[in-house]
């Protein structure tokens, strides 16, 4: 049973770090672009969190004030 374990570790950490990989200077131009990024529009963000705050009455973890609840800003 404990054989198995190892195995098991052992199959864990190959796959692991087979999903490492290094990135050619010529790849960082793919990897730049607008869309890889995590969140690609961040006002529109920031405007869906204000609006969802206010009308939900609810602050979140941007310590912003929130509205009453009624869809006003």
Do not use: F
């Amino acid at each position: 049973m404990e054989k198995a374990w190892h195995l098991l570790l052992v199959l864990a950490v190959s796959i692991s770090i087979s999903g490492c990989s290094s990135v050619e200077p010529w790849q960082r131009g793919t990897l730049a672009k607008k869309q890889m990024d995590i969140n690609p529009r961040p006002l529109h963000s920031k405007l869906r969190q204000h609006v969802q705050n206010s009308r939900e009455a609810a602050s979140g973890g941007d310590a912003a004030a929130a509205g009453g609840g009624c869809g006003c800003y």
